[in-house]
């Protein structure tokens, strides 16, 4: 089943915000292998993070990702009014697949 | 510039069939999985299908297994997903996206082709 994300964040201009990705042993517990998307309305999803803490070229420093245990989390430092957007993490799993979170919509305020 | 190009969507009425398919440019097609997300309207991400490389191993969430077909033609850099049996709730944006390394992540995504399954 999917991932467990929060609904929405909020933060303002200048703050940091977090967001959790909860799974379990046979998805992001058991891999190294979390990765974000950041998604703007009507476009189609765009890697931020990968392997837990990885960055693609291009994307800012800003950005990060951690792990503990069954839990993953992307912070966004320094929140810019472009980042107002939904964000999904997704993990591959046990059974050779993939499964993304149900999506969290952050509000810059 | 790597692009991936969807097509094939349209309306289609519950038990019907429909085959998209998502063209390859760009990079080498033929060294990467690739694989099939789709969104529902105002829904999250829902990953369907993954093919690998040379289509030896092939993946189906539950929800569309036994109803949908991924395939690949490496010699024409296109990727598709012959989707049966088709359900109100198939109804949704279809995304191909490039597997950077068989286990994820989605490196490259197009811009999604739209089903709509209605009566």
């Known amino acids: 089943s999917a991932l467990t994300q929060p609904a929405s964040v909020s933060g303002s201009p200048g703050q940091s915000i977090t967001i959790s990705c909860t799974g379990t042993?046979?998805?992001?517990?058991?891999?190294?292998?979390v990765s974000w998307y950041q998604q703007h309305p009507g476009k189609a999803p765009k890697l931020m993070i990968y392997?837990?803490?990885n960055r693609p070229s291009g994307v800012s420093n800003r950005f990060s990702g951690s792990k503990s245990g069954n839990t993953a989390s992307l912070t966004i430092s320094g929140l810019q009014a472009e980042d107002e957007a939904d964000y999904y993490c997704s993990s591959y799993t046990s059974s050779s697949t993939q499964v993304f979170g149900g999506g969290t919509k952050l509000t810059v305020l | 510039e790597v692009q991936l190009v969807e097509s094939g969507g349209g309306l289609v009425k519950p038990g019907g069939s429909l085959r998209l398919s998502c063209a390859a440019s760009?990079?080498?097609?033929?060294?990467?999985?690739m694989n099939w997300v789709r969104q529902a309207p105002g829904k999250g991400l829902e990953w369907v299908s993954s093919i690998s490389s040379s289509s030896s191993y092939i993946y189906y969430a539950g929800s569309v297994k036994g109803r949908f077909t991924i395939s690949r033609d490496n010699a024409k850099n296109s990727l598709y997903l012959q989707m049966n049996s088709l359900r109100a709730e198939d109804t949704a944006v279809y995304y191909c996206a490039r597997d950077w390394t068989t286990v994820g992540p989605f490196d490259y995504w197009g811009q999604g082709t739209l089903v709509t399954v209605s009566s």
């Open positions: 760009g990079f080498s097609f033929s060294s990467y999985s």
């Open positions: 392997d837990v803490s």
């Open positions: 042993s046979s998805d992001v517990g058991g891999y190294n292998y």
